[in-house]
């Protein structure tokens, strides 16, 4: 059996018997005006964090949601998007299928506003999406592709890529793990599966978005996920994974490279009005502007002592520099 059969096995399990612990995360669930999330799509709450943010969702968008699970991400995006077919959900599992069906049929009972239509459950797979070229505006995974081996890994994020219309932008959450993962671990199918013990390094997940033409990279959050400890899992030191969430949009890439927020922001302290570095960037005496790795790392070159530069907070929000 390859470990995407074992996965394939693990959530039709939780499909059928939901498995609250099985994804279990600190992000708050949003809540809004009006939705009423029902119970059971919260105990099939198998997400490491939340793709949904308003930010992401304006001029009327189509969605796309890879790996549906209990389908409550979907319905936070649907109360947004409130249309027919406004937001297709793909799942590899007939049984994640029809469970989240059900599910939708529950959240109309509960919110008036809610109709089943709304979204658009289809039979697929996220390293072949049965989707057009560029008819995507937002595609959002949560705590799917972390399961990949590498190979797919790239190939589930080149599908992304091609589904996206210009500018398109691709949200994420998924476990990463900056520590070396023991070979055994990472081979053991069931972990991988659970989300445990596929995760890479933040900087090599980055790496491969850019690979793939992402010109601009959030880091929106990123906060501890799960120790993989000596006493529980076959490893000889406590493994720390984090939970990230990021956006990556099908922006071109600059010349000088792709734009990564992380959160770090500059303030020029300086004895002028402001300070212009004549590519884009001006800051005013004594106010903060988000910059992106690129433009922290030119700031710092320029070795001056009326520049501070923040360390990255991976708690990007927007606005500043590119
Ligand atoms: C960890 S769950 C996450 C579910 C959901 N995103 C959430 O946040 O609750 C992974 C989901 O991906 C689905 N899945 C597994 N392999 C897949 C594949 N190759 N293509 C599409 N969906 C897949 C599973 O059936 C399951 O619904």
Same mark, same amino acid.
């Given at each position: 059996m390859s470990y995407l059969d074992a996965t394939e096995?693990?959530?039709?399990? +939780?499909?059928?018997?939901?498995?609250v612990?099985?994804?279990?995360?600190?992000?708050?669930?949003?809540?809004?005006?009006?939705?009423?999330?029902?119970?059971?799509?919260?105990?099939?709450?198998?997400?490491?964090?939340?793709t949904v943010n308003p930010r992401d969702l304006v001029n009327n968008p189509k969605i796309l949601y890879?790996?549906?699970?209990?389908?409550?991400?979907?319905?936070?995006?649907?109360?947004?998007?409130?249309?027919?077919?406004?937001?297709?959900?793909?799942?590899?599992?007939?049984?994640?299928?029809?469970?989240?069906?059900k599910n939708f049929?529950?959240?109309?009972?509960?919110?008036?506003? !809610?109709?089943?239509?709304?979204?658009?459950?289809?039979?697929?797979? +996220?390293?072949?999406?049965?989707?057009?070229?560029?008819?995507?505006? /937002?595609?959002a995974?949560?705590?799917? !592709?972390?399961?990949?081996?590498?190979?797919?890994?790239?190939?589930?994020?080149?599908?992304?890529y091609r589904v996206l219309k210009p500018h398109g932008r691709l949200v994420l959450?998924?476990?990463?793990?900056?520590q070396d993962m023991p070979e055994n671990l990472r081979n053991d199918d069931r972990l991988r599966a659970l989300c445990l013990s596929g995760s890479i390094p933040l900087k090599d997940y980055i790496k491969m978005l850019t690979d793939v033409g992402f010109g601009t990279i959030e880091v929106r959050a990123k906060r501890p996920y799960r120790i993989l400890d000596t006493n529980h899992y076959d490893t000889d030191e406590n493994i720390m994974?984090?939970?990230?969430? /990021?956006?990556?949009?099908?922006?071109?890439?600059?010349?000088?490279?792709?734009? /990564? !927020?992380?959160?770090?922001? +500059?303030?020029?302290?300086?004895n002028e009005d402001f300070f212009d570095d004549k590519k884009g960037h001006v800051m005013m005496q004594n106010q903060p502007l988000a910059i992106c790795d690129k433009t922290a790392g030119a700031l710092a070159d320029l070795n001056r002592d009326d520049i501070y530069i923040s360390e990255s907070t991976y708690h990007y929000d927007g606005g500043g520099c590119c």
């Open positions: 096995d693990l959530y039709k399990k +939780a499909a059928l018997t939901p498995d612990g099985l994804c279990c995360t600190t992000t708050p669930v949003w809540k809004f005006p009006e939705l009423e999330i029902p119970k059971i799509m919260l105990e099939m709450n198998y997400g490491c964090g939340s890879v790996g549906v699970g209990g389908g409550m991400e979907l319905l936070q995006f649907s109360y947004f998007s409130r249309q027919k077919g406004g937001v297709t959900g793909i799942d590899i599992v007939d049984e994640m299928l029809d469970a989240s069906k049929k529950e959240a109309e009972e509960l919110n008036p506003w !809610f109709k089943s239509d709304f979204v658009d459950l289809k039979k697929g797979d +996220a390293l072949n999406l049965p989707v057009e070229d560029e008819s995507i505006d /937002v595609a995974q949560n705590c799917l !592709f972390n399961i990949f081996k590498l190979d797919d890994l790239k190939k589930a994020l080149k599908e992304m959450s998924d476990p990463i793990c900056d994974i984090e939970s990230v969430e /990021v956006c990556a949009i099908k922006d071109p890439i600059q010349e000088d490279g792709a734009c /990564v !927020f992380t959160g770090k922001s +500059a303030i020029y302290f300086g």
